[in-house]
Every structure is written in C-alpha cells, then in structure tokens.
C-alpha cells in the first residue's frame, strides 16, 4: 500500500514539473513574440537613424532616409589625385551612389540593434555602387588636373553626311578623363575608405572608340540613304532643307536597311517650330541663306503632323510638309524677293526665277526695311501720300500698288527715268520699292495677295 502511494506522489511531482515547463515555454514564447513584434514594429516604423549611427564612416543620427543618402553621397564625393613630379589636387566628384534600398535596410536594422539601444557608436557598412555621375566627374577631374598645353587630342572618326566624307579617327596623347572617373567609381564601390587616386598619365591615354574602319558599312549605306537632302513644302516660299546630317537622326543605319526614327523626327519638326515662333527665320534665297526679322510668319507648327510628314518623306524621297494648325503651310516655293544691295526685285515660282527687275528703294533716312514679308493687297490707281523731309506734303498717283510692309510697298514710279544701280543712295524712295511702270504691271499681274516677300541686303 505504501508503495503505491509512493508511486503516485512521484507522478503527481512530475506532472507538477511538466506543467511548469509549459507555463515557463509558453511565458518565453509570449516574450520572444512579443520582442519579435515590437521590434517587427520599430524595424518597418523607423523614420529616421538613431543617434549614433554612421554609414561608412559618415554620422547620419537623426537624419531621414533622403537627408543621410544625401549626406553619405556628398562626403564620399571628396578625392585627391596624385601624380608623380606634381602638387596633390583635390577634385569634388559628382557620383551618385545606388545606396537607397541597402540604407532603408541599415535604417531599420539600426532601430533594433542592442548596440544602437544601449548608446553605442555603431557604423554600417553600404557598398557604394555608382550610379550616375562619370561625365561630370570626369569634368572636373580635368579641370583638376588638365592636359598640358599643345596635347593632341584623340578623335572618334565620323561620317560627315553633308559632304559625304568619312573622317577618319585621330589618336591623340590626351588623358582619357572618363576612364579615371570610372576608376575611381570601381575602387570607391570596392572600399568606401579610398580617397585617393595615384595618375599615371602614360597609361590613361584616350583611345579612338570609333574607327574608320568600323564605320565602313555604315558609311556605305550613307552613300545610298542619305546623300541628298529632303524638302519640306512651306509657307515661307521656299521649300525647307534637311540637310542629310540632321536626316540621319531620322534615317537609322542597321546591317538590314534602314530604320526610321520617330524620336528624331520629333526632334527636327519641334526644332522647325521653334524658328517658326522666333523673331527670326533662316531662309534661303537666290543670293544664299540669310537670317531675316520674321514679320509675317510667326505660325503655330503642328509639331507631330510635321514630323509625321518628315517620316513619310524620309521614307519615299518625296517632299514633305510643315504643318500648321490650319494645315500644311505651303506657297509652292513662290516668293518675292528683294535684294537692296543689287536693286533688284525677282519673282520665284515653284523654285523657278520667272520675273525679274531693276528698281530703286529708300534712300538716306528711310531705308527699305529688310525682312520675312507679305503682299497684304493689291490695288489699281491709288494715291500714295506722304511727307517731304523739307516738311511739304506729297501725292503720288500709281496704277499698281502692292504694298507688304505697313506703308511701304512694291509700285510703278512713272516720274523716274532710271533704275537700279546707286540710284538710291542719293534719290531713293520714302521707302517703297519704285519699280519700271511696264515691270510693276506685269508683276502686279502674276502675284497673288498673301505672296511671301523677302527683303535683304
């Protein structure tokens, strides 16, 4: 009997030890969990490092996450160049460091570390992965430490499309900058400690990354593609070049012909709408290009239906068209044109001179203004008034006005005997253009109200 007592005394105590077992593992559980939670907690709530943190070296306590990538990116942008024979330079990088993602990590890992709670200096380690910033960089390395003067500088060859010519590469002794940046870059990444960079000039010489030779398919395919120039009809005249080196953002080289490219006729068409809305407009005349004040033709360019048209000319070799918001500005390539220096008036049509005359335009103290016009009418027997510089009025009757600049205009000037020549520079015009009276007819008769006129010297 005693026995069994005995045996049932030491079940009771082992069923008394287990049930505390469980309570104490449960109880350490709760905890853990709990640690775990609160900590889960603090890790994706952190909105600022603790103090006493530092990412590579660098004290980010209490800053947020774009304020300490800040920080860390600016204090690790800071080199000496060292060179052999030379003074120690100092050069401000401009490298941005791909660090967010690893930063956010040490962030949150530093708002549950032990070491960061009980006011310990703790420092994280984040590889600094460049991510942009070789091209300036490499600027301001060589303004740190330049070329020598007289330095040849290496080349990349070309293809000249406009001339047609392919230019070849040029090997120079100039110091390839851009490979130093990346140096630098690569060692910084591989130990956020490097600071200073030893130069060896003679081995950073700047090679060729573009060769004739490598050029030699694609140059032949210029030769087929892109040896003439494409027209754009428009409303200034004369139909508008892309010349084949502005073509060639259009028209892409590939080993299986050519590609066409949308970006770069955006390119050209947003190019072409802004010298349409300019106080001045490049145009070619009979005398070659000139730069005109563009008194008549600030239009609104369509800027995608244009470069819809430039890939449809590029495409068939056919003019294209600028299009306003109106639609295609285009005069046939018809236009006056004025040329004071030669006193002479032409009429271009569809590309072609069809009319040509002497004249005589304003002299001292009323010059004939130089510019982009329009015939803003036509008129039979008018009478042109006026002022004298002696102060007496005048009235001229003409039978064929055309006026395209406020008072100024094309007419029949009865009262001359000659034309042409220096004739304005002592007995010129108030300002219009005085024209033989048969000339003035027959041009009056040829023109439409809204003809484009160009006047220069």
């Not at 939670?37 to 990412?55: L, P």
């Not at 330095?151 to 070849?168: G, W």
């Not at 600071?195 to 003679?202: C, E, F, L, P, V």
């Not at 390119?267 to 730069?291: F, M, N, P, R």
């Amino acid at each position: 009997m005693r026995s069994n007592n005995v045996v049932q005394e030491l079940a009771d105590k082992k069923t008394g030890v287990s049930k505390r077992v469980k309570i104490i593992i449960a109880i350490a559980a709760i905890i853990v969990i709990g640690t775990c939670a609160f900590g889960g907690y603090r890790y994706s709530n952190a909105s600022t490092f603790a103090k006493g943190v530092r990412i590579d070296g660098v004290d980010v306590s209490g800053l947020n996450l774009e304020d300490a990538i800040d920080k860390v990116t600016a204090e690790n942008n800071s080199f000496t160049i060292a060179e052999d024979g030379h003074e120690t330079k100092e050069v401000k990088t401009s490298f941005t460091y791909d660090i967010k993602a690893s930063m956010r990590v040490k962030m949150g890992l530093a708002s549950i570390d032990p070491r960061v709670i009980f006011c310990k200096n703790v420092n994280y380690d984040v590889t600094l992965k460049k991510k942009s910033g070789i091209e300036k960089s490499a600027d301001a390395i060589g303004a740190a430490v330049p070329d020598a003067q007289g330095v040849k500088y290496t080349e990349d060859a070309y293809i000249d499309y406009n001339s047609m010519t392919l230019v070849p590469e040029v090997q120079g002794d100039s110091v390839d900058f851009k490979k130093i940046a990346k140096e630098i870059a690569d060692k910084k990444a591989a130990d956020y400690k490097f600071t200073k960079y030893k130069m060896d000039r003679k081995k950073l010489i700047s090679e060729p990354k573009v060769t004739a030779d490598s050029l030699k398919d694609e140059f032949e395919f210029a030769k087929q593609y892109l040896s003439k120039p494409i027209y754009l009809n428009n409303i200034t005249g004369t139909p508008y070049e892309i010349e084949p080196n502005a073509l060639a953002k259009v028209i892409l080289y590939s080993k299986t012909g050519p590609k066409y490219s949308q970006t770069g006729a955006q390119e050209i068409a947003k190019e072409i709408a802004d010298k349409y809305a300019g106080s001045s407009l490049k145009v070619k005349t009979l005398a070659g290009y000139k730069i005109l004040g563009n008194h008549a033709l600030k239009i609104n360019v369509n800027v995608d239906k244009t470069a819809e048209s430039i890939l449809n000319a590029a495409k068939s070799g056919e003019a294209g068209s600028i299009v306003t918001d109106q639609g295609a500005a285009s005069a046939g390539g018809s236009h006056i044109e004025i040329n004071l220096s030669g006193q002479s008036v032409r009429y271009v049509k569809n590309g072609n001179v069809v009319f040509t005359s002497s004249m005589v335009s304003g002299g001292p103290g009323h010059r004939t203004r130089t510019g982009i016009f329009k015939i803003n009418a036509k008129q039979r027997n008018a009478t042109l008034k006026g002022r004298n510089d002696d102060g007496t009025d005048y009235e001229s009757p003409v039978s064929y006005w055309m006026p395209f600049d406020g008072g100024n205009g094309l007419h029949d000037a009865p009262w001359r005997g000659a034309f042409g020549g220096g004739i304005y520079l002592s007995g010129g015009s108030h300002g219009c253009v005085n024209m033989p009276p048969a000339m003035a007819a027959q041009l009056y008769n040829m023109i439409p109200v809204g003809t484009i006129v160009y006047v220069y010297s």
